[in-house]
């Protein structure tokens, strides 16, 4: 997210429709990112203190991670598609797929009809000199190549030459700053607090046979006690709201200021309550409910 939130800064006045679409969805980005490079992910940092891996071999994982890296993968259709898993028949109650793709929609139809407004054609969209320095910047600099090249290139066009083209651009990063982190964030406590469930280290390699491994072998390999209430305190604020939170399908007055503008930003709004009703009923009949993409749950971008 922070690529696209220094593109947007950097190419996009406050006026452009644009801007008025992202805005709200990089809110923080770049402070808690900061932040997070200082506390969390430092030398000192709580995460430094729970890995198994040292800095240079989390930097390591994470950069060969990274040269995989495809934007498209931030798009949940084409995500679920990729990974074989968007036919409802074949795998039933996939909630995050279900839900994160209503959601996505919700989010398209409000960015058409606000790029609609914007733009007359296509033409207009290619003619659009500050749109094409943000798609450049981004292609250029938002995801620099490490170590020469991406393997399989990162996907992120070095222009926008249609409208369909920026509403899937801008459907994305809203969805990615919103839905999408709360997806993978706001579980952590739930899942990460039973230390043997998920833990972020091992201190002896895994058992090489089945039915070998003692409960002594298993409580020698887990976290010790100071690693397990740093996953546990880390987790927990991690999990938390941040106490200034704005939720998905909320717009500052200043962004949405047309008559038609307001207008697709209450019907947003209505189309996300709606979805949240459905959740909350498919959730009554569920033993674990699933709650990470109930909208009134979602903050519009990254505050934590």
């Known amino acids: ?56 071999g989390q930097k390591d994982v994470f950069c060969r991670a990274g040269k995989k890296y495809s934007v498209n993968w931030s798009n949940i259709k084409r995500d679920v598609k990729a990974r074989g898993v968007q036919d409802s028949s074949l795998l039933p109650f996939y909630h995050y797929r279900d839900d994160g793709i209503k959601i996505w929609d919700a989010l398209t139809t409000y960015v058409n009809s606000i790029i609609d407004l914007s733009y007359h054609d296509d033409k207009s969209v290619k003619e659009d000199k500050e749109l094409q320095s943000f798609a450049h910047d981004i292609h250029n600099n938002g995801f620099p190549a490490y170590d020469g090249s991406y393997l399989n290139g990162h996907d992120f066009p070095p222009s926008i030459s249609t409208k369909a083209e920026i509403v899937e651009i801008c459907t994305l990063i809203m969805f990615t700053g919103s839905a999408q982190h709360a997806a993978v964030n706001f579980g952590q406590y739930t899942y990460y607090s039973f230390v043997p469930n998920a833990p972020l280290t091992l201190h002896h390699p895994p058992p090489a046979e089945k039915g070998k491994l003692t409960f002594k072998q298993l409580m020698d390999a887990l976290p010790n006690e100071e690693g397990t209430q740093n ?53 009554k009949a569920l033993e674990v409910p699933y709650i990470y993409l109930l909208p009134k749950k979602i903050p519009n971008s990254i505050t934590i």
């Open 1 to 56: 997210m922070e690529a696209y939130a220094m593109g947007l800064m950097r190419n996009i006045p406050d006026a452009h429709p644009v801007y008025k679409l992202l805005r709200p969805h990089t809110r923080y980005t770049m402070a808690i990112n900061n932040k997070a490079r200082e506390s969390l992910i430092g030398p000192n940092g709580a995460i430094n203190a729970t890995f198994s891996l040292d800095l240079q």
């Open 231 to 283: 996953m546990i305190t880390v987790t927990s604020l991690l999990s938390k709201y941040s106490s200034d939170e704005i939720f998905v399908g909320t717009y500052p007055a200043e962004l949405v200021v047309e008559k038609e503008a307001k207008a697709a930003a209450e019907n947003l709004r209505k189309t996300l309550e709606k979805i949240t009703v459905e959740i909350e009923e498919r959730n």
